[in-house]
């Protein structure tokens, strides 16, 4: 309960190279952090060169941990202990700090002083033997490595305070969010599309996902699910946006044409249509799909090929070259993992044939579609009862034309 | 009527009760049921089964909804017994454990396993290290209290945690926690514990409901079947009622229990105090034990006397534990302690809850004395 630390370090990522964006992307970050400390009010946040520092001001130092971990464009955290800028203190703080961490039967260990303060009386060099040699007395198990040390203690003496960390906790990394654009995500129910989502985002996407639903071929709870992993993406983001479009009618029509074979290729050409019509609604300028080369009949090279031509946004496949295995291991890190594997169907693996083809012919395909009475009216009407949906961590429906759902789990009852 | 028997059940928090009738009234479908009220009944099970697993800091795939303490006990215990026979069938456990943790090690005993059964010194206290020396490398389960429910006796349960562990890491470590959740801290990772049992009625919420904490990992042998609920462990339509009412008493119990122990630590040392100058009694209880319960021997009369002169005063306590308190054989935990048959069969308990005022405890204190002042002239007379 009582925390050891008093402040948090937030490190920037590779976009601080980025000379010219540099303010842009760092004002994105601090507009996330923001978001996410809401629920701590007394939690400040003081912004720096290349980094943020969060004062906890009491707040919980863990649960903050774990939203801030969350924040694109910061690389790694460090939880900090603060004293006052007097030689006692320092070393006191320093002896508690170290006192407090895990140590080996034999630790090496360096201290690393920044005065910051030039009228702080003793040099940074002579501050890390006077801040080590208390430490080596107090802990027999420390040895002194300059070089290559288990633990960096590092000092930062500043006017009004010092500083002090050693940990390096390693956060989301890619780009702040948003900063590269706006793309629509295919978001299934399974186990791809959620990570495909992830790492588009971490590379500094603003993603809103669109899901196809067959009610009452796909129940209830699968459209839930999707809603839950929007849900948990949406902890990535402070708020996902997510576009469930009623896909029974156009799905239906693909059926009873002898096409049997090509049905999910038509499926998919008309989830790309519908997702390019919603992506201009919303300005987003790309598709991001959880396809894999080669992992279901429809993700070999000639599906996609004839899949692809629906659309003319760039279809973005971020796991394109990934490993199932690998891609189950991001769900799991992500903690998506355990929503997708809920066994409810989505519309995907309905009326699936039972030998889909794995190499469509796109001439077939074309002329087939141009026969098919109404497919783009129904493509029109599917647009337009899409329901739009803002999705946020803890999972408060708020429907777009601010009508608010009334939630089945009151609150109050727990 | 003042109610001074919280160690053998609780009055609900007016929220519990509220949201237990409103949920039997508004979601009644079975939470299995695939069409919508039972989906919803599904999904207000699942949002009691995060919030039961935030108050404890483990996973909600961790939490098992039982109905109370004696079937989380004997699902904890035979459970980890017969699905770990291959590793063996040594079990370690306490002399003075709740009837429900007793009887089932009575029953694998039975069965043809081998339980040692450690003692504990006149606090009620078990020594860890001696506890941790029973540990061999076919024993399967630990199981400790952590609060002893007769005198509040608190067992240190992080240290025998880890010294079982150091003999052998596969021991499994389950600790009944009734009597501690709300009253003092709960860590059950610093414990090193893989079961932890709770009953929702001690801490203020319904009847025939509790939790059985089981770490992601280990598997139990499931004693009802019928039923793939609660993960199989415990077949049965599930109780969304109880369940969601006993995460909202978790819940309150949780964020109090520091509160709860300052304030009845106050309340304690003014009973300690009154109680240690009274002639005839013998504390059993010690200011290291938990802070609600108080537990005193009154020798030389059947307590049952004294608890009914306390009532017709307006007091209602108790004798022993609620679950044995209507036999007349001595405390089994009292003699245990190494107290004679005399002091082990006139225990009296005194237990605490948040409604009693410090004036609450004085008022029951001196219905004691004058109680105690009574019976004395009386047994003097027949002596």
């Not at chain 2, 540990?135 to 025998?160: C, F, W, Y």
Request: hydrophobic share 40%.
């Amino acid at each position: 309960m009582n925390s050891p630390y008093d402040m948090l370090l937030l490190r920037f990522g590779e976009f601080t190279l980025k000379g010219k964006n540099r303010n842009r992307f760092e004002k994105s970050i601090l507009t996330h952090v923001r978001a996410l400390l809401k629920p701590y009010p007394n939690a400040k946040i003081l912004k720096e060169y290349g980094r943020l520092y969060i004062d906890l001001n009491g707040e919980p130092v863990t649960p903050i941990l774990d939203v801030l971990k969350k924040v694109f464009g910061v690389v790694s955290i460090s939880p900090v202990k603060v004293c006052r800028s007097e030689l006692e203190d320092i070393t006191a703080a320093a002896v508690d700090f170290i006192g407090r961490s895990e140590l080996g039967e034999q630790t090496t260990f360096k201290v690393n002083a920044r005065r910051v303060w030039k009228a702080f009386p003793h040099s940074s060099q002579e501050m890390n033997h006077l801040i080590g040699s208390p430490l080596l007395r107090n802990f027999s198990q420390l040895k002194v490595d300059v070089k290559n040390p288990e633990i960096e203690l590092r000092v930062e003496i500043r006017e009004n305070r010092t500083y002090l960390f050693h940990e390096s906790i390693e956060a989301a990394g890619g780009f702040p969010l948003g900063t590269n654009g706006k793309a629509m995500l295919l978001l299934s129910g399974g186990i791809d599309s959620p990570v495909a989502g992830f790492s588009a985002m971490r590379r500094g996407l603003e993603v809103q996902c669109v899901h196809f639903y067959s009610y009452p071929f796909t129940s209830q709870q699968a459209k839930e699910k999707v809603i839950e992993l929007a849900g948990i993406l949406s902890g990535y983001a402070g708020q996902i946006k997510l576009h469930l479009v009623p896909f029974t009618d156009i799905q239906t029509s693909f059926t009873g044409i002898g096409q049997d074979n090509l049905i999910i290729t038509f499926m998919r050409r008309a989830m790309l249509r519908i997702t390019s019509r919603l992506a201009e609604q919303e300005g987003a300028q790309a598709i991001v799909t959880g396809d894999s080369l080669g992992q279901v009949a429809s993700q070999t090279l000639p599906s996609m090929n004839v899949i692809g031509r629906a659309t003319e946004l760039p279809l973005l496949r971020p796991l394109i070259t990934t490993d199932k295995q690998n891609i189950i291991e991001m769900a799991k890190k992500i903690g998506t993992y355990e929503t997708s594997i809920l066994p409810f169907e989505d519309c995907c693996t309905l009326f699936v044939p039972k030998s889909p083809t794995t190499n469509p012919n796109l001439r077939i395909v074309q002329k087939v579609e141009a026969t098919l009475p109404g497919l783009q009216a129904k493509i029109d009407l599917a647009v337009e009862q899409t329901e739009t949906v803002i999705i946020t961590p803890d999972m408060q429906l708020d429907s777009e034309q601010g009508m608010k759902k009334e939630s089945v789990v009151k609150e109050e009852w727990f | 009527m003042l109610y001074f028997d919280h160690a053998a059940t609780t009055p609900p928090y007016p929220e519990v009760i509220q949201s237990m009738s409103e949920i039997m009234a508004q979601h009644y479908g079975n939470p299995s049921a695939l069409h919508s009220a039972g989906e919803e009944a599904a999904k207000l099970l699942k949002r009691a089964r995060e919030v039961c697993a935030g108050a404890l800091s483990v996973s909600p795939k961790e939490i098992v909804f039982t109905s109370g303490a004696t079937e989380g006990n004997n699902l904890a215990i035979k459970g980890t017994a017969m699905q770990y026979r291959s590793r063996g069938k040594h079990l370690v456990t306490t002399v003075t454990e709740h009837p429900s943790v007793y009887e089932s090690f009575r029953q694998m005993e039975a069965l043809g396993w081998e339980v040692t059964w450690i003692p504990v010194g006149p606090d009620g206290v078990v020594n860890a290290e001696q506890l941790a020396e029973q540990v061999r490398s076919d024993t399967v389960m630990v199981s400790v209290m952590h609060v002893n429910n007769e005198t509040g006796a608190v067992q240190p349960l992080e240290k025998i945690g880890s010294l079982i562990k150091e003999k052998n890491h596969r021991v499994l470590f389950h600790v009944d926690g009734v009597q501690g959740f709300g009253k003092l801290p709960v860590e059950l990772d610093n414990w090193k514990t893989d079961l932890y049992t709770l009953s929702s009625h001690k801490f203020k919420g319904p009847k025939g409901a509790g939790i059985l904490y089981i770490r992601q990992g280990v598997t139990l042998f499931p004693l009802i079947t019928g039923g793939s609920q609660e993960n199989g462990h415990r077949g049965g339509t599930e109780n969304v009622a109880a369940a969601a009412a006993s995460a909202k008493a978790m819940r309150l119990a949780s964020a109090a229990q520091a509160d709860f122990y300052h304030k009845m630590n106050g309340l304690r040392n003014i009973l300690f105090e009154k109680i240690a100058k009274m002639p005839e009694v013998m504390l059993n209880s010690t200011d290291s034990g938990a802070p609600h319960i108080v537990h005193f021997s009154y020798p030389g009369l059947k307590p049952e006397v004294l608890v009914h002169l306390m009532e017709q005063q307006g007091f209602l306590i108790s004798t022993k534990s609620a679950c044995s308190s209507k036999s007349s054989e001595p405390s089994r935990v009292l003699l245990k302690m190494g107290r004679d048959k005399d002091a082990a069969s006139s225990g009296i308990r005194i237990s605490l809850g948040w409604e009693h005022t410090e004036n609450d405890v004085i008022q029951l204190c001196r219905a004691l004395e004058q109680s105690a002042d009574k019976l004395r002239s009386i047994t003097a007379r027949r002596r």
